[in-house]
């Protein structure tokens, strides 16, 4: 037995481990579990943890299951034919693109998801996609004159056996290695990969989707596996000026999209100075001539289109859920709303100067109602006064390119309708934005009282205010602020904490206003 003890340090010099000692049996604990279990080992090694510090998982439980799950990923390669047990459950591989049949968490792909993964349409059905798949012939070359190291593809596969046996060095440079790049790129359906906060609106597909979110939070990047072992994911690609001026290519910025898409990168151990491989196996740092021949095969743009479809999928389906629609029943603004006209003891009147055009929007409606449902004019009027008493506040939309951003309107004789402008900037940046249950409902409510106080009003002048403030002021500013606020918020990155946008203040204020990070 020998050990290390992190508490036993001398005051000076370095730390050792003492002389091991010879055992004559394995210590009990051991000999029960393999007892229990099942267990019996002519050879082996046991190594005991005792007190660590540095675990995230406090439970037994949650730290098996997670290292089920990350060394079926590390040596997800090498798992055929050899028995790896944690804790006495085996370890199935793990292919973090979801890719290989046969892997946890797999699904077959959609047989039309390939051919439809660029359409405007997000897939949400079947397993990842196999978007691309490349083997590079390459050669590592030494220049004699300053050492440095150039990556050089070749023509073809077989090139590689050619040179092997061929002479190794050539014009100066020394051939160090040759071997074959392989590479993966996969993207996911909509709602394969999901569990992460703000993905609500996304519905899983299937029970293992969260499961999935937990491997891809680990590596979202590039992995990198040697001789079939998962070395390291790298999640800093190149992106500043000089790298993307070098030639390394123009790499998209690995946000929250970055989870719903991956790369794998395998190589052999003669490639170990293409991609910097430490002493310990354990890091990797490719040189530069990597990531100029992955930009050379396009490679970087590949990944900006689908971290930009992946965007365009979520935003789609975020929009679909959200989308409002007018429904049969009342909505909770429309009830809060219809429970002040119950707590003063009156319905809301019809001014003088309004009663005429409710009054045609009322025959014109039952007019419409006895034309679908076959109805007399008689029955048809009485079941639209029932539906105003029973509704008398409703939200709807319609679509007036340069409209106002909402209209409030008398229907079926005494309901107030608001019409929310669904092409007004107001609808999209505001009106969709993700927010709860009640600000959306209370949003409603606002511009309820906005309406019925302009429908309600007894001075036919102040009529025409309301209507002049909202068509030709309320509008035309919310238009312009509204897409200032818009572009203001897209250029903050995703994954970045919200920023407070400075307002222009006259100066003298500007130096009362604090702003700083919210």
Do not use: C
Not at 253 to 275: C, I, M, N, R, T
Request: glycine share 6%; proline share 6%; charged share 30%.
């Amino acid at each position: 037995m020998a050990w290390l003890d992190a508490d036993d340090f001398p005051a000076n010099g370095l730390q050792g481990i003492p002389e091991p000692k010879t055992l004559s049996e394995l210590p009990e604990f051991v000999r029960t579990y393999l007892t229990k279990n099942g267990l019996e080992f002519g050879t082996g090694v046991v190594v005991v943890w005792v007190d660590p510090d540095r675990l995230t998982y406090k439970t037994a439980s949650s730290l098996r299951e997670h290292i089920l799950d990350d060394f079926g990923t590390t040596y997800r390669n090498l798992l055929n034919g050899i028995e790896l047990k944690v804790d006495n459950v085996l370890v199935d591989p793990v292919d973090p693109l979801f890719l290989d049949a046969g892997t946890r968490y797999y699904v077959p792909p959609d047989p039309d998801s390939k051919k439809n993964m660029w359409g405007p349409e997000p897939i949400g059905k079947g397993g990842a996609i196999e978007v691309e798949t490349r083997s590079f012939a390459v050669k590592l070359l030494k220049d004699a004159a300053t050492e440095a190291l150039h990556l050089q593809k070749l023509p073809t596969l077989e090139d590689v056996d050619k040179i092997r046996k061929g002479d190794g060095k050539k014009d100066g440079q020394e051939v160090l290695a040759v071997g074959v790049i392989h590479l993966r790129v996969a993207n996911f359906p909509l709602g394969f990969v999901v569990g992460r906060t703000g993905e609500a609106d996304i519905q899983p597909n299937d029970e293992f989707a969260k499961k999935r979110l937990e491997i891809r939070q680990s590596r979202r990047g590039m992995s990198f596996v040697r001789a079939g072992r998962e070395i390291e994911t790298v999640d800093a690609f190149p992106r500043s000026a000089k790298e993307i001026s070098s030639g390394l290519g123009d790499w998209p910025h690995l946000q929250s999209y970055a989870y719903h898409w991956g790369v794998e990168v395998k190589f052999g151990p003669e490639l170990d100075d293409v991609f910097g491989i430490t002493n310990d196996k354990q890091r990797v740092r490719p040189i530069e001539d990597f990531w100029k021949l992955l930009a050379e095969e396009e490679i970087d743009d590949l990944l900006h289109r689908i971290n930009t479809q992946q965007q365009k999928w979520r935003k789609k389906a975020a929009d679909a859920v959200r989308e409002p629609k007018s429904t049969p029943e009342s909505s909770p603004a429309e009830a809060a709303a219809r429970a002040v006209d119950t707590i003063v003891g009156q319905p809301t009147p019809v001014p003088e100067h309004e009663r005429g055009a409710a009054q045609e929007s009322f025959k014109r409606a039952t007019k419409e109602s006895a034309e679908i449902d076959g109805k007399s004019l008689d029955e048809a009027a009485k079941a639209i006064e029932e539906e105003a008493q029973r509704r008398p506040f409703k939200i709807d939309f319609f679509d007036e390119t340069n409209g106002p951003f909402y209209k409030p309107e008398w229907e079926a004789g005494t309901r107030i309708v608001i019409w929310i402008n669904r092409e007004h900037p107001f609808y999209e940046t505001l009106y969709l934005a993700s927010k709860s249950k009640l600000a959306k409902e209370g949003l409603d409510l606002l511009l309820i009282a906005l309406g019925k106080a302009e429908l309600t009003t007894k001075d036919s002048v102040a009529k025409i205010w309301y209507q002049q403030q909202r068509e030709r002021v309320w509008s035309e500013f919310l238009a312009l602020s509204m897409k200032a606020l818009a572009a203001n918020f897209a250029s903050v990155a995703e994954d970045q904490e919200p920023i407070m946008l400075t307002p222009l203040l006259p100066e003298g204020v500007a130096n009362k206003v604090e702003t700083k990070a919210s």
